[in-house]
């Protein structure tokens, strides 16, 4: 591998304005589908095959409407010393209904005492507006409408805030990531002491972010895509463009500062640190495209879209970024005057690095295990992590859907906001009424965390009533019942009154020959949840397997992958650790911007997982392979982990520091969902890079010596020689020397 990329690496330095054209060609085609055949992206989450999935199929099938259609909740209050009922503002309340329009509406019920749906003290209302369409597919114009509908109450002095999915606030991105970028840009000034030096990474990150981003954007013209995609596609992007431009970069000025010609120099910096990023890609894609493992759409295109956007990352800094060098010319290596100046005082000294590696490895034993403990001290939270999605009572403060949500649980309760329906399957029962009369006292035989219950039955006791209710049941085979919690959607105690209800309900039903399904959107929540949960355990066996595998065959040995892995492992739990300590038990909420604590989100552990995987296997590769290249070349092997490691240690600083400023510039996105994953994968790369693979490592290293880079006979032979730190290369081109032009 390291001779291709070698010639590549030639190859693109030499025709660099053909790869420059091509590339430019790529974005602005890219560019163009994403401006033209683009579609709004969603926050609407569900997973074929749950029950309160296939309850809502149910309903579809057999009334033709659909249940999981977008709701709009608008919430009105009056002013102190009035009431709802007043002819002024029934009328202001109609006004409002009827602005919403009336196209794809199912229904637009107003506030009303008799359906429970005015507070007791006449002041508070709730009105529903039920569309026959998802969220997602709700133009931006009746979005607008939705929520420019209450201008004239408000003007009229009501309070109204809407909310529910019909409005879903959605994932943006903008000045947050650039503070991200001009962090990254100040530490490649840093590292590199040049302007040029440092725009380089840059550069070609950002164009390799803009094509990915604007494929996903183009995509959503045929697949319906979340709003988190392309948030989750510029995290990585960014972050790893960079790193693998900082990564080749870096080894090119120091095939320069040997002499070698820049066309020399470039193909021997491809094929050697090429080789590295190639596999580190690799492992991230892995990692990522590991995620359509859990089976579950939104987080398979998430982990889909990161993936070819890191994919673009990688054949951007080995062919574009080579061309751009070739543009450069020796113009790359010279400093700015105050960082040529202290390179010129620090080349007399020790580098950083290496006194760093010296005082780890001469402390090898109490660094490595006073390092474990400060890793279990910060993991302890993660102990009780609890999961579950986000709802509008963690929106931002001051937001509609927030507001709409605080008004409902103030005046009704907050298992208002999430209630939950039984649906009752009469079809193959030879008693409908027995079955529906089973449920009904299986429902109301659950006592805790229960507010209220509308049952399955006539809304009266005429005998039109009964009448009505019975054709009904007879024509659709089905009936509902309402249970509304006294807790709210994201609570443990909802969760468990939900598991509670499906355990007393199904034998009801089931005894007579239905059957009964338990539904709502906090129901599907749920669900998500633990599916998430359940399929953890097989990504990370999945994702770890094959990853364990592809570093058996990088570093030839057994101990350097496990501890690999095993490091990682450590890494995830601190992060989690960390995750909960600030977003479910609030310390330091404030400062980072968390209103209202509560539940981790649901798929943040799969997350963390799949991208802190491919991430601390970057630092593995960029550190270890140096490592490997002195043993190979015949430095034992203690001393060999202190002089790669200080050839690794600035880059994989300046590295870590980038992928953490990219990542903490999500932290100040107003949304709970990007805030979360860009703290926890920033906490995440902090921890991995600095105490995990900058310490814990070579301290690992120095105890275990030479055995290390052990690895049975029979399977050395097996595995293919991938020359990842260009060892065959190297001694090739040394002892053939190939002409500069």
Not at 514 to 535: E, P
Not at 565 to 586: D, E, I, K, N, R
Request: proline share 5%; glycine share 10%; hydrophobic share 50%.
């Amino acid at each position: 591998m390291a001779r291709h990329l070698y010639r590549l690496g030639r190859w693109s330095f030499s025709h660099r304005r053909t790869v420059v054209s091509l590339w430019v060609l790529a974005l602005i085609v890219v560019g163009a589908a994403a401006a033209t055949i683009s579609k709004p992206s969603s926050n609407t989450f569900s997973l074929p095959g749950i029950e309160s999935t296939q309850a809502f199929d149910l309903i579809k099938d057999r009334t033709g409407q659909s249940a999981d259609g977008a709701t709009a909740r608008i919430v009105f209050q009056a002013p102190k010393g009035q009431d709802l009922a007043s002819a002024k503002n029934q009328a202001l309340i109609s006004s409002t209904l009827e602005a919403v329009g009336s196209t794809d509406v199912a229904a637009a019920t107003p506030p009303s005492a008799a359906a429970g749906t005015i507070s007791q003290d006449g002041r508070t209302g709730v009105a529903s507006v039920t569309f026959t369409k998802q969220s997602i597919d709700l133009s931006d114009a009746q979005k607008e409408a939705i929520t420019e509908a209450p201008e004239e109450a408000r003007a009229a002095g009501l309070t109204v805030a809407v909310g529910g999915d019909a409005v879903q606030e959605q994932s943006a991105t903008g000045a947050t990531e650039l503070i991200g970028v001009l962090i990254a840009l100040v530490v490649l000034v840093i590292t590199f002491g040049s302007m040029l030096a440092a725009g380089m990474p840059l550069l070609t990150a950002i164009v390799g972010v803009g094509i990915g981003i604007a494929g996903i954007t183009a995509a959503s013209a045929f697949v319906d895509l979340s709003s988190t995609t392309p948030v989750l596609a510029l995290m990585l992007g960014l972050a790893v463009g960079i790193d693998y431009a900082l990564f080749i970069v870096t080894r090119y000025r120091s095939e320069l500062a040997l002499g070698r010609a820049p066309l020399e120099a470039i193909g021997r910096a491809v094929g050697t640190a090429g080789s590295a990023v190639v596999f580190a890609g690799i492992t991230v894609i892995i990692a990522l495209a590991g995620l359509a493992v859990v089976n579950i759409n939104f987080l398979t295109q998430m982990g889909v879209a990161a993936a070819a956007t890191v994919a673009v990352a990688v054949l951007i800094a080995l062919t574009l970024l080579p061309a751009m060098l070739g543009f450069a010319g020796s113009r790359i290596t010279r400093r700015l005057g105050y960082f040529a100046r202290r390179a010129e005082k620090s080349s007399a000294g020790t580098p950083a690095g290496r006194r760093w590696v010296d005082l780890v490895t001469r402390h090898r034993v109490v660094v490595f295990f006073g390092g474990l403990v400060i890793a279990v001290l910060v993991a302890i939270p993660a102990g009780s992590l609890r999961l579950a999605f986000p709802d509008e009572g963690t929106a931002t403060e001051g937001s509609g859907p927030r507001v709409a949500y605080d008004l409902i649980a103030d005046n009704f309760g907050p298992g208002v906001n999430g209630p939950l329906v039984v649906v009752v399957d009469t079809k193959g029962s030879s008693d409908p009424q027995a079955t529906i009369d089973s449920v009904n006292k299986a429902v109301a035989s659950v006592k805790t965390d229960i507010a209220s219950v509308v049952p399955a039955g006539p809304t009266g006791d005429d005998a039109k009533s009964v009448a009505a209710f019975k054709a009904q049941v007879d024509k659709t085979q089905i009936a509902t019942i309402t249970v509304i919690p006294t807790s709210g959607p994201s609570e443990a105690s909802t969760q468990d009154l939900v598991s509670e209800i499906r355990d007393a309900v199904r034998p009801a039903a089931e005894s007579t020959g239905g059957d009964a399904l338990v539904t709502g959107q906090t129901a599907v929540a749920i669900d998500i949840s633990d599916s998430l949960s359940s399929a953890f355990p097989r990504y990370l066996l999945v994702v770890v397997g094959l990853a364990l595998f592809l570093l058996i065959g990088v570093f030839r040995s057994i101990l350097v992958p496990v501890k690999a892995v095993l490091g990682f492992l450590v890494s995830v739990l601190m992060a989690l650790g960390a995750t909960v300590a600030v977003f479910q038990w609030g310390w330091l909420a404030g400062l980072m911007g968390v209103d209202t604590p509560g539940p981790v989100l649901s798929f943040l552990p799969v997350l963390l997982t799949g991208i802190l995987f491919g991430l601390a296997m970057d630092y593995e590769l960029f550190l270890v392979t140096r490592m490997r290249e002195e043993y190979v070349h015949g430095t034992e092997a203690r001393e060999a982990v202190n002089v790669g490691f200080e050839h690794g240690a600035r880059v994989v600083t300046a590295a870590a520091l980038i992928m953490v400023s990219v990542f903490s510039s999500f932290i100040l996105s107003p949304e709970p969902i990007t805030k979360s994953i860009g703290f926890g994968l920033a906490f995440g790369v902090l921890a991995d890079a600095f105490l995990v693979r900058m310490t814990l490592v070579p301290a690992f290293m120095s105890i275990i010596g030479k055995p290390a880079w052990w690895i049975p006979g029979w399977l050395s032979r097996l595995i293919p020689d991938l020359d990842v730190e260009g060892d065959k290369l190297t001694k090739e081109l040394d002892s053939e020397p190939v002409p500069a032009r």
